[in-house]
């Protein structure tokens, strides 16, 4: 079935660095990609839609000169934690989908900031 | 707008014993609705999902769900439970099947079982 990439699974660096997480889909070009957090015991929530070759899409309340995605290709979205602080520390998931499946989610990575 | 209602936060239950996770839902037009989950320290897998048809859908691993429209539900079942069931589950709708349709998630219910 389909697969959906994301790298790393776990990153751990200090208060005011950027960190970048890959999201690839590996069996299919995804049209669309999303970007969600995942706090502690609680749902996922949606930060940014990402369609391939256009700006990505934010959701109220996310800062989108804090959390750039840049979705060169149909194949590779990412997300990049700029200047990233202790609250930054998530659970960040990315799901890729096309117009004929559902959304395809990664396995995840756990960001610490210390 | 769409909503999903994840009742129960923590459902405990012993080996063997049947499980009934509920999900409510509050939309306006039809949706598509799914059960995803999530083991720990993993992404979310699609375990059913009901987008038309029969109103009782099964994953291959004994869950059921049952799409009722009167009372705008959708609740996982599974008659008897093992310890590898133990995880997250979410319920989520989203209005179409297309790249443009965003997943709106319940607020999940974690499955523990008990030896």
């Known amino acids: 079935g389909a697969v959906v990439s994301q790298h790393p699974s776990r990153v751990i660096c200090k208060s005011g660095t950027s960190v970048k997480i890959e999201c690839r889909s590996l069996?299919?070009?995804?049209?669309?990609m999303f970007w969600y957090r995942q706090f502690p015991k609680k749902s996922l929530m949606l930060m940014a839609t990402?369609?391939?070759?256009?700006?990505?899409?934010?959701e109220q309340g996310v800062e989108k000169d804090k959390f750039l995605i840049n979705h060169a290709s149909l194949t590779l979205s990412t997300l990049t934690v700029t200047s990233a602080h202790p609250e930054d520390s998530s659970f960040y998931i990315c799901?890729?989908?096309?117009?004929?499946?559902?959304?395809?989610f990664g396995d995840g990575t756990r960001l610490s900031i210390l | 707008a769409q909503s999903v209602t994840q009742l129960d936060s923590q459902v405990p239950v012993f080996e063997e014993a049947p499980v009934e996770l509920r999900c409510n839902y509050s939309?306006?037009?039809?949706?598509?609705l799914f059960w995803y989950v999530q083991y720990p320290n993993q992404g979310l897998q699609l375990l059913l999902k009901y987008l038309s048809g029969s109103t009782l859908v099964e994953s291959i691993n004994g869950f059921e769900a049952e799409f009722n429209k009167s009372q705008t539900s959708f609740h996982l079942r599974k008659p008897s439970v093992h310890i590898s069931d133990t995880a997250e589950y979410f319920c989520?709708?989203?209005?179409?099947?297309?790249?443009?349709?965003?997943?709106?998630f319940g607020s999940g219910t974690r499955l523990s079982i008990r030896p």
């Open positions: 939309s306006s037009v039809s949706v598509y």
């Open positions: 069996d299919f070009q995804a049209t669309t």
């Open positions: 989520a709708v989203t209005l179409t099947y297309s790249s443009a349709s965003k997943i709106i």
């Open positions: 990402s369609n391939e070759g256009s700006k990505a899409t934010y």
């Open positions: 799901s890729a989908m096309t117009s004929d499946q559902p959304q395809h």
